[in-house]
């Protein structure tokens, strides 16, 4: 089994200092199944590639063997493509061997270690149970440009049609640590098979590995299925375990939060003129097939929901409970069937890429980028503007200008206690029209509520149309 890991960050040989294994030199570590190499074919200024070469021993997959399943032919113990086919046994490889790395500790490169840097990962045998379509849906949400190819039988007799293994290539701005862990997670599953038994210990493993993007995986269901071998009880518990976002009652939570920003905001009715602003928008614009994207509690899709003009509404969030409050608002279970058509109810993140955020007409972001670290907009601009492209994009977010005007709100804080940002007017209007520059947009912007002269509106609205 080989895995190739490249960067173009400059310099490149810094690659060294993340993995903790010196491009000049190779490394090899022993395994239970066999033996594993590091080697960098090449280690310059501008591009680094590190080689990782899986040795299995075949005699040993027989020794340790935990016996043929079911659904296995008699030798299949001594005739298989382990030693050959991307599998457990590599993700188990990747934990030993850079154990570190996936810890995301650089003695030397510590800042280097928290960027995320260009990387590319080569796979040439990769078997997929579900092939191409399977494997996109597990690496595009996590922001990886996929590339595969389907392998053939056998190349000398192409009648004899395509294998189920695939060579692929991974590309995106990640943290090596993010990186190794998907993989750690992801090839078993994409594999679908594991070679050894799962027990209580996997699904510890699984929330470790995978507990900070998992979550909000769309096919997070999938992922913990397989990587648990099917095991109906496990898959459960982790499941679960992924909807616990923390011991809080998270209703009770948001419903705090909100009410602390309504308080600051309610002089102004604020809620309400967003709403309208945004609403007028989206009817001004013609759109039929809008996202509401961080929907939250569901508030802009039940005014959407009285637009006739309306074919179809769909809110994504983040949080599977706040889903679970908008639904109950909405009063989904008694609408009509026809109605009832109208809205969908999903999870996922704004700063992974999603094939379902495809085809819609419009994308509103009602107080929701400020929620983001700002380190994220990069990817929250090229999950939104370049993969999903919907015709047009509304955004609002607070102005930190008017601040000064709340007198509830102390000197010198945020709206809101999980806003990680506010921008000023030029701050905000300096970021849209980047965003309509790089990825082909026009912008103009509107306030809403009343104008300060001198602070200008207390929210501000940027409309992009292509």
């Known amino acids: 089994m080989i895995l190739t890991l490249s960067t173009t960050h400059r310099p490149a040989t810094d690659l060294g200092y993340l993995l903790h294994k010196n491009p000049d030199h190779c490394h090899s570590s022993d395994l239970p199944f066999g033996t594993a190499h590091v080697v960098y074919p090449e280690a310059t200024e501008d591009?680094?590639?590190m080689s990782f070469l899986v040795d299995i021993d075949p005699v040993g997959l027989v020794r340790n063997s935990r016996g043929p399943r079911g659904n296995e032919f008699s030798l299949s113990q001594y005739v298989n493509d382990r030693p050959f086919a991307t599998s457990s046994f590599m993700s188990v490889a990747l934990a030993k061997v850079f154990s570190t790395a996936m810890g995301g500790r650089s003695k030397e490169r510590p800042e280097l270690?928290?960027?995320?840097?260009?990387?590319?990962?080569?796979?040439p045998v990769v078997p997929a149970r579900?092939?191409?379509?399977?494997?996109?849906?597990?690496?595009?949400p996590l922001g990886y440009d996929v590339q595969a190819t389907a392998l053939p039988l056998d190349a000398s007799f192409?009648?004899?049609?395509e294998s189920r293994y695939l060579s692929v290539r991974l590309q995106g701005d990640k943290k090596v640590k993010d990186l190794l862990e998907h993989l750690y997670v992801l090839l078993p599953v994409l594999d679908d098979d594991k070679h050894y038994w799962v027990g209580n210990d996997e699904v510890e493993k699984l929330l470790r590995r995978g507990g900070a993007w998992l979550g909000t995986h769309p096919e997070r269901e999938l992922i913990a299925n397989r990587y648990l071998r099917h095991d109906a009880t496990?898959?459960?518990e982790a499941?679960?375990?992924?909807?616990?976002?923390?011991?809080?009652d998270p209703e009770q939570v948001a419903e705090t939060q909100d009410a602390e920003e309504e308080v600051v905001e309610r002089p102004l009715s604020l809620n309400q003129q967003r709403l309208a602003a945004v609403s007028d928008a989206i009817a001004a614009s013609g759109a039929r097939r809008v996202l509401d994207l961080g929907c939250g509690q569901g508030k802009l899709i039940g005014v959407l929901l009285t637009l006739p003009s309306i074919d179809h509404v769909v809110g994504i969030d983040v949080s599977y409970r706040s889903l679970e409050i908008a639904a109950r608002r909405l009063h989904l279970?008694?609408?009509?069937?026809?109605?009832?058509?109208r809205v969908e109810l999903l999870q996922g993140s704004l700063t992974y890429r999603d094939r379902r955020l495809d085809g819609f007409d419009l994308a509103a972001i009602v107080e929701v980028i400020e929620h983001l670290d700002q380190s994220r907009l990069d990817s929250f601009e090229r999950v939104v503007f370049a993969h999903a492209h919907p015709t047009h994009i509304v955004i609002t977010t607070p102005n930190l200008d008017y601040n000064a005007r709340f007198e509830t709100l102390p000197a010198g804080t945020l709206r809101h206690r999980d806003h990680r940002f506010e921008w000023t007017r030029a701050e905000f209007e300096s970021w849209a029209t980047g965003v309509a520059t790089r990825q082909g947009y026009e912008v103009r912007f509107s306030p809403i509520g009343a104008v300060d002269d001198e602070v200008g509106p207390p929210t501000q609205m940027a409309v992009f149309s292509r």
Do not use: N, Y
Not at 130 to 140: I, K, M, P, T
Not at 158 to 161: L, N, Q
């Open 333 to 341: 279970d008694t609408m009509t069937p026809r109605q009832r058509e």
């Open 130 to 140: 579900g092939g191409e379509a399977v494997l996109r849906r597990l690496f595009e």
């Open 47 to 49: 591009r680094c590639s």
């Open 239 to 248: 499941v679960a375990r992924l909807h616990e976002d923390d011991a809080d």
């Open 113 to 123: 270690a928290e960027q995320e840097i260009p990387l590319e990962v080569s796979l």
């Open 158 to 161: 192409p009648t004899w049609g």
């Open 234 to 236: 496990l898959t459960r």
